[in-house]
C-alpha cells in the first residue's frame, strides 16, 4: 500500500564525520558546533532529556538517546542552519508540552496511574522515529572507508533526511498529542478521560451538493435558482425594533420609502439626498451589535405591511446560501418575479433560452436578471423597495466590491427599485460606495454618528422593557430593578444593542434575576478598551452556565461550541448529537447557553449563535478566557479527521439503487432516496473534508487517515458526491487538499490523491 511520506530535505552540508567520519577535514562542522542555532539545539535537547528523566514512560526515555546520536551526526555534517532552528523548535514545543503534564505522567512510574493507549502509542512512535533515524545514521558511519570517501555528499544528504524524519515525528507528536489534551480524547486521566469524545465530526452542508441539485431541477421548471433562506421571514432568530427606539433612522428610512426619487439627481454640494436616493445605506461600527439587522427587519415588516418590500436577501455567515454571492441576484429577482407578474414572466423566458445565465458572473447576473427584464416591464413595476442585510457577511469578502459596482454600474436602469443596504464599514465596502456613479444616488445613515444619549436613550427602553418583564414572570418586588441599576447596565451596553439583548436573556435564565444582575453590574467599568463590556458579558454567561467545569465537561463545551462556529452551514440539535458523540447529550450542553444560542424547538432546526460577536469572542486569544478559548486550528484538524472517519463508512452504491447507470432525473423521487441513504453529516464530510485539513495542522494520524481514504474509499466519495450533483466539487477538494499538503514541511510521495 501506497503511504504518505516525509518529503526529503534538500539542504544537505559537507562532508561527514563522527559516526560518518571525514576522510577530509573541514572546518564547516566547527562552525556550527559553535553556531548559536547549535548551541540553542543542544540546550533544548538537555531539556527534552531533564524532562524524560521526571517522567519515565516506557520508550520515550531511550528515543531520546536515539535523537542524541542524530544530534551527533548533525554536527559532524554541517547541517542546514534552517533545518537546526526548526529541530530546536520542535523540541522546544514537546519539552514545554511535557512539562506541563509532568505530575500526571509521573503517575504512571509510580503505579498511581495508567498511561492511556492512545498516549502510548504516540510516544512509541515518535520514540521509534527516533531510534530508526539514529540506527540508519549508525548504518552511514559502519560503512567502509573509501564507501565514505566516495559517498560523503550523500550520506550528509541523507543524515538531512533523517533530521527531517525526527522533526516530523516530533511535529506530528506534538499536535496529536495537543488535539488529544484539548478536546479529551484519551481515556486516562492524564489526558482526560473520555474516548468518547474522541474525534470530531462536522455535519449538514445540507446545501452546496443538495443546493446545486435543487437548482438544477428549479431550471427545469423554468424557476430561477435562489437561497430560500434569505428572505427576512426566514430567520426565526430576527427581532423588530422596541417601540419607541430607533425614531429617527426609522422616520428617515419611511420618508425615504414613500417617495418615489423622481427629482432629479442632486449635486455633490448638496447634503441631503434622501428624497432622491436610490440607495439607503446603513452602517455601523466595525464591530457588530449596534442594530443594523435589526432595524432592516423592522423596515421589511413595515413594507411587506405596506406592498412596497419587493424582495430581501439576509446575508449570514452561518448559512451556506445566504453568504453567497452570486446568490443575491437571482434571489432577488427570483422575489421580483412573485412580487411582480410581468417580471416573473419575462424571468422565465430568458430562462428557457438561456438557462445557464443563472450561474452568470455577478456584473452579467445585474443585466440580464435585473435591468433586461425590468425594460421589458416598463410601467408594470410598481415603485419598491429590496432590501439587502448585512453585506459583510458574504463569505468572499471581496465579492461585496463587485456586487456594489455592479448595482453603480446600472443603477440609473433599475428604477422604480430602490435599495435599503445595510454593513459594517470595511474598507472594501466603503470604497465601492464611493464610486460616483453610486455615492451620487446615495444616503447615507451612519449609526455610530448618532448622537450618544439618543443611543442611550434606546437601550434604556429596551431594557426597562425587558426587566420589567422578567419582574412579572419571578414575581419580583416591584421596586426592581431600580432605576440606577438600569442606567448602569445601559451604560456597560456602549451602544452595542446586541449587549442589552445578551444582557437581559442572561438575567432571565438561571431562576435568579436578582442574583444574575448584581453580577453583571459587579464588573469595574473603568478604563475599559472597547469590547470589553461585551467579553465580560460573554464571560460572565459562560462562568453561570458552567461554574467549575471539570477538564471532561470543558473539553465537551469546547468541541461543542468549536464545531458550531467553525462550521460551514448550521446544524440542527439532532444532527450534532448523531455526529460529534460526545459522552452526555448535547442539548443538555446547549440548554445551559441560551443567552448566546439559539436553540430551535424543531430538533430539525439548525443551532444559531445568537450574533456574530460570540463567535468573535470564542476565537479570539486574550478575549476568551480558558478553557473555552477556541484553538482554529486545531479544531480545523479534528474536523478534517472527523470527516475523514466518516467518509470511511462509504460504500459502493450507497443509495442501493437497482440499476446505478440510470439517470437521476428518470429515477422516481430521487431527492427521497438520497436523503434516506446520504445522510446530512455524510453530506458535509463528503464536501468538507479537504477544507476542513486545509485550515488544519497536519499530523501522522490525520495523514494515516487519508492514506487510508485514498486507498479505501476515494472511488465511494467520488460515486456519492456524483449522486449529489457535485463531481465538480470533487476536483476542487483534491486539488485544495494536495495544495496544502505540498506547502507543508512534510509532502506527497506516494499518496493516491496526486
Not at 4 to 25: E, H, L, W
Not at 443 to 462: G, T
Not at 645 to 659: A, E, P, Q, R, Y
Request: glycine fraction near 4%; hydrophobic fraction near 40%; aromatic fraction near 6%.
Amino acid at each position: 500500500m501506497h503511504k504518505i511520506k516525509p518529503q526529503k530535505s534538500q539542504g544537505a552540508g559537507s562532508s561527514p564525520s563522527g559516526p560518518i567520519t571525514a576522510p577530509v577535514a573541514n572546518k564547516e562542522p566547527f562552525y556550527l558546533a559553535k553556531s548559536p542555532a547549535f548551541a540553542a539545539l543542544q540546550t533544548s535537547v538537555k531539556g527534552l532529556h531533564e524532562v524524560a528523566d521526571k517522567i519515565p514512560v516506557p520508550g520515550l526515555k531511550e528515543g531520546t538517546k536515539g535523537l542524541t546520536f542524530v544530534l551527533d551526526a548533525m554536527q559532524k555534517t554541517s547541517q542546514n542552519t534552517s533545518d537546526v532552528d526548526s529541530l530546536t523548535k520542535r523540541i522546544q514545543e514537546l519539552s514545554e508540552m511535557l512539562s506541563q503534564a509532568t505530575s500526571v505522567l509521573e503517575g504512571v512510574a509510580s503505579g498511581g496511574t495508567q498511561l492511556s493507549d492512545r498516549m502510548q502509542a504516540r510516544i512509541d512512535r515518535m520514540s521509534k522515529a527516533w531510534t530508526d533515524s539514529a540506527q540508519k545514521v549508525k548504518d552511514l558511519g559502519a560503512k567502509p572507508y573509501m564507501k565514505r570517501l566516495m559517498a560523503h555528499d550523500g550520506d550528509a544528504r541523507a543524515v538531512a533526511d533523517q533530521v527531517a524524519a525526527v522533526t516530523w515525528a516530533i511535529r506530528s507528536f506534538t499536535v496529536d498529542s495537543l488535539i488529544a489534551i484539548e478536546y479529551a480524547l484519551d481515556d486516562t486521566r492524564n489526558f482526560v478521560q473520555q474516548s468518547s469524545a474522541r474525534i470530531e465530526t462536522k455535519v449538514d452542508d445540507i446545501l452546496v451538493g443538495q443546493q446545486i441539485m435543487v437548482m438544477k431541477q428549479d431550471l427545469a421548471r423554468g424557476v430561477l435558482p435562489h437561497a430560500v433562506r434569505a428572505p427576512y421571514y426566514c430567520n426565526d432568530k430576527l427581532r423588530q425594533c422596541y417601540p419607541g427606539t430607533r425614531v429617527d433612522v426609522l422616520a428617515r428610512l419611511a420618508e425615504w420609502a414613500a417617495h418615489s426619487g423622481a427629482a432629479p439627481v442632486p449635486d455633490d454640494s448638496d447634503p441631503s439626498k434622501l428624497l432622491t436616493a436610490r440607495v439607503f445605506w446603513i452602517n455601523g461600527p466595525g464591530s457588530a451589535g449596534t442594530g443594523k439587522t435589526t432595524i432592516a427587519y423592522t423596515m421589511a415588516l413595515i413594507l411587506d405591511a405596506e406592498h412596497k418590500l419587493a424582495a430581501s436577501f439576509f446575508c449570514s455567515r452561518d448559512v451556506l446560501e445566504c453568504s453567497d454571492p452570486k446568490l443575491i441576484f437571482p434571489t432577488i429577482a427570483y422575489q421580483l418575479g412573485q412580487f411582480c407578474p410581468a417580471f416573473g414572466r419575462e424571468i422565465s423566458a430568458l430562462l428557457a433560452l438561456s438557462p445557464d445565465e443563472a450561474f452568470s458572473v455577478v456584473p452579467r447576473q445585474v443585466e440580464k436578471l435585473l435591468v433586461e427584464p425590468l425594460r421589458a416591464v416598463k410601467d408594470q413595476m410598481p415603485p419598491c423597495i429590496v432590501i439587502i442585510d448585512a453585506l459583510d457577511e458574504c463569505r468572499d469578502g471581496g465579492a461585496t466590491s463587485i456586487i456594489l459596482s455592479s448595482l453603480a454600474m446600472h443603477i440609473s436602469e433599475l428604477s422604480p427599485i430602490k435599495f435599503l443596504i445595510t454593513s459594517r464599514p470595511e474598507l472594501h465596502v466603503m470604497n465601492a460606495f464611493k464610486v460616483a456613479q453610486l455615492d451620487k444616488v446615495t444616503q447615507r445613515y451612519i449609526l455610530h454618528h448618532v448622537e450618544p444619549q439618543v443611543v442611550e436613550a434606546d437601550i434604556y427602553k429596551f431594557l426597562n422593557h425587558k426587566l420589567q418583564m422578567i419582574r412579572e414572570t419571578y414575581s419580583l418586588d416591584d421596586r426592581w430593578p431600580s432605576m440606577k441599576d438600569v442606567e448602569a447596565l445601559t451604560k456597560m451596553a456602549s451602544g452595542l444593542f446586541v449587549f442589552a439583548v445578551t444582557a437581559g436573556l442572561l438575567i432571565q435564565e438561571y431562576d435568579d434575576p436578582e442574583g444574575q444582575m448584581k453580577k453583571l453590574l459587579s464588573y469595574s467599568q473603568s478604563d475599559k478598551p472597547s469590547y470589553r463590556e461585551l467579553d465580560q458579558l460573554y464571560i460572565q454567561v459562560l462562568n453561570a452556565a458552567f461554574p467549575s467545569p471539570s477538564l471532561e465537561l470543558a473539553s465537551r463545551v469546547r468541541l461543542i461550541l468549536g464545531s458550531i462556529v467553525l462550521l460551514r452551514d448550521p446544524l440542527s440539535v439532532a444532527d450534532l448529537n448523531n455526529l460529534l458523540k460526545v459522552s452526555a447529550p448535547i442539548d443538555t450542553t446547549l440548554k445551559r447557553l441560551q443567552s448566546v444560542i439559539i436553540i430551535p424547538e424543531q430538533h430539525s432546526k439548525p443551532v444559531q449563535l445568537l450574533h456574530p460577536t460570540f463567535y468573535e469572542f470564542l476565537v479570539t486569544p486574550g478575549r476568551c478566557i480558558e478553557p473555552f478559548l477556541i484553538r482554529v486550528d486545531r479544531h480545523h484538524t479534528l474536523l478534517a479527521q472527523s470527516c475523514l472517519d466518516v467518509l470511511s463508512t462509504l460504500t459502493k452504491n450507497i443509495c442501493n439503487l437497482s440499476d446505478p447507470w440510470t439517470l437521476h432525473e428518470d429515477l422516481e423521487d430521487f431527492a427521497t432516496i438520497i436523503r434516506e441513504n446520504i445522510p446530512s453529516f455524510l453530506k458535509y464530510a463528503c464536501y468538507n473534508w479537504a477544507y476542513h485539513m486545509s485550515q488544519g495542522l497536519l499530523s501522522d494520524t490525520l495523514l494515516e487517515k487519508l492514506d487510508h481514504f485514498c486507498q479505501n474509499h476515494l472511488l465511494h466519495w467520488v460515486e456519492t458526491c456524483s449522486l449529489l450533483g457535485d463531481l465538480h466539487g470533487t476536483t476542487v477538494a483534491l486539488k485544495l487538499a494536495q495544495s496544502h499538503l505540498s506547502v507543508c514541511h512534510m509532502a506527497l510521495s506516494y499518496c493516491n490523491i496526486c
